[in-house]
Each structure stands twice: as C-alpha cells, then as structure tokens.
C-alpha cells in the first residue's frame, strides 16, 4: 500500500538552531515522484521541491536541504538556522501508483520556531 | 508556476445550507483537485475535477454532497451541500502540472454551527 509517514507531530526549535524533518514512505511503484510542501499560518500550501525515484541527490536550496535515500525509503528535509518565519505545517507528499498527478499526503509536521 | 485564485476565503454557515466555492487560474490547466483539510489533520482528496466531464470522487466522497463543476480550463467551483458541523474544514483547491508538482489556493476556512 501507498502511505506517507512522517513520525514528528511537531518539533520545537529556537531561532538558528537546525532542524531536520522526518518523511518516511511505502510504495510498490518503482517510479515515483516525492514531495514536501509548506503550509504557513495563513493556509496555502506552499511547493518547496518534487524528487524523482531515480535522483538521489541530494538538493541545497538556501537554508534547506534534502536527503533522498531509497534504501531506507525516506526523504527528509532540513532547514539550517532556522528563522522565525519558517514556522508552518510541512507535509511530505508521494505520487500515487500508475497517476503521478495524484499525491498521497503525511500527517504533517508542525515546526515552531521561537526567537 | 500558477496563480490560483480561491473564494471565498472564509465562510460561516448555518446547518443544512449549501456553499460554493471558486477556484479560478491564470493559465489553463487540465487538471484541477478538491481537497478537504480538517482541523490539524492532513490534506484528504475530495475528487479530480475534469474539464468536459463528470469530476472524479475518492472513496467516501458523493456527488450529492460535493458538487463540483468544471466549465472551461481556468474554472472550477465545489459546493458542500446539506452542510453540518461535521464539514467544518479547510477546502482546498490545486492544479496539477507536468511531473506531479500541485500548486494550491489560499483555501476556504468554512464553519459549520
């Protein structure tokens, strides 16, 4: 079965410290994309970055990294010195099988931030 | 990207009324998804809306209670119908692009009382 886990209910961090955002993922499909996604207070989900099965680099953007390894099936995100306005839900998303346009979502991850 | 436009931003409403919401996008897309967020849960897919065609609904979600119409390619609207307290949620609404990537509306906060 297709599922998305992302074991971290919420995380707690204080400004600057770095942080690291469990995604975890079963799937029988051997292409498939994955995804994380940022929801701020303010409700719209915000696209951070989409992974395929078969690029398992890992990607620097800025402050945020992610690691990608199919051998433990996970892909897990980082965010470096983190900063008050990272405060949100993060949501880790993987494609469902034989429809890459449908995502199954996590639970979320709810990181603070405090200054 | 795509700019995605959702109204209304938030509603309360009263028992066994209807609401609709739009979603409108800048560029034509072919795909267009409903999902419902309720409280401090995830997203749950609610239907796929085609353009031309009946919307496609996941399991647990009816046409009778959700709506949806789709009369071009930058247009959509889901109305929750005979609304209780239980559809108090977030309803979003996204589009989908090359490769799988989503990108979604601010989203309707809707209360149910």
């Known amino acids: 079965a297709q599922k998305v886990t992302q074991a971290q209910t919420e995380i707690s961090v204080v400004e600057k410290e770095d942080v690291t955002l469990d995604c975890v993922y079963e799937?029988?499909?051997?292409?498939?994309?994955l995804f994380w996604y940022k929801q701020p207070p303010s409700g719209e989900l915000v696209f951070l970055i989409r992974?395929?099965?078969?690029?398992?680099q890992n990607e620097i953007s800025g402050r945020y990294s992610w690691n990608f390894q199919k051998s433990t099936s996970s892909f897990n995100f980082t965010i470096t010195a983190s900063q008050v306005v990272d405060s949100a839900v993060y949501f880790c998303?993987?494609?469902?099988?034989?429809?890459?346009?449908?995502?199954?979502f996590g639970t979320g991850t709810r990181l603070q931030v405090f200054p | 990207s795509a700019v995605i436009s959702q109204k209304p931003s938030r509603d309360i409403c009263q028992r066994g009324t209807s609401l609709t919401i739009q979603c409108q996008v800048d560029?034509?897309?072919?795909?267009m998804f409903w999902y419902r967020q309720q409280p401090g849960q995830s997203l749950t897919l609610i239907a796929t809306?085609?353009?031309?065609?009946?919307?496609?609904?996941e399991s647990g979600f009816v046409i009778d209670k959700f709506p949806i119409s789709r009369p071009n390619l930058t247009f959509s609207t889901l109305t929750v119908s005979n609304m209780s307290p239980e559809d108090s949620s977030i309803y979003l609404c996204?589009?989908?692009?090359?490769?799988?990537?989503?990108?979604f509306g601010a989203g309707t906060r809707l209360s149910v009382l």
């Open positions: 996204s589009v989908g692009t090359f490769g799988g990537i989503q990108y």
């Open positions: 799937t029988r499909d051997t292409t498939y994309y």
């Open positions: 992974r395929n099965s078969f690029d398992e």
């Open positions: 998303a993987l494609s469902e099988p034989y429809n890459t346009d449908k995502l199954i």
């Open positions: 560029s034509q897309v072919t795909m």
């Open positions: 809306a085609n353009q031309g065609s009946e919307a496609t609904y």
